[in-house]
């Protein structure tokens, strides 16, 4: 394979590539609008303090969507580059992809360790679930790990992408 044909191959997995991000961005979008403007307000029935959105079940079939896409994109991206890869020399420097890979996993495992301090040090909280007092340690951790964890993962994200935008040539 010549040189042209690397450069042609490498265009067309990143033009799929970014297809493929805005258009999980543009559905995601809707996704949130609908939560939130479609039966947001709807009051809780056993305590009407609280509302039940209408499309909680939408939002989450959608991330349990976006967490399979991103497994198989993932386990696609290194059979990819295992493939594509395997001819290099192995004295040369890590690649992008992999160091994409560390920076990523890095990011996740600070998120989740910064996530279990803020939940052990509000662990004698009590949890308010659905009008009702829930007083389980383990449970108060592990919800505000999740919790800082996502919002973190979100920021992040966020920064990556608009980085990538702002910082991309062509």
């Known amino acids: 394979m010549d040189n042209t044909q690397v450069i042609s191959a490498q265009d067309k997995v990143e033009k799929i590539s970014k297809i493929t991000l805005w258009v999980l961005i543009g559905i995601t979008i809707v996704v949130m609008a609908l939560f939130l403007l479609v039966g ?9 303090n609280f509302n039940d959105p209408q499309l909680t079940d939408l939002l989450i079939v959608w991330t349990y969507i976006l967490i399979a896409v991103t497994a198989i994109a993932t386990i696609g991206a290194v059979i990819y580059g295992f493939m594509n890869g395997s001819n290099k020399s192995k ?10 890979g560390v920076i990523a996993w890095g990011t996740f495992i600070v998120s989740v360790i910064i996530g279990l301090i803020v939940g052990f040090a509000s662990k004698d909280e009590v949890l308010l679930i659905n009008g009702k007092d829930w007083n389980v340690p383990s449970d108060i951790i592990l919800t505000d790990m999740s919790m800082v ?18 910082t991309n040539k062509k």
Do not use: C, Q, R, W
């Open 91 to 100: 004295h040369e420097d890590i690649g992008m992809a992999s160091k994409a």
């Open 40 to 48: 947001y307000d709807n009051k809780y029935e056993e305590n009407p």
């Open 149 to 166: 964890s996502i919002l973190i993962l979100t920021i992040v994200t966020i920064a990556a992408t608009v980085f990538s935008m702002v």
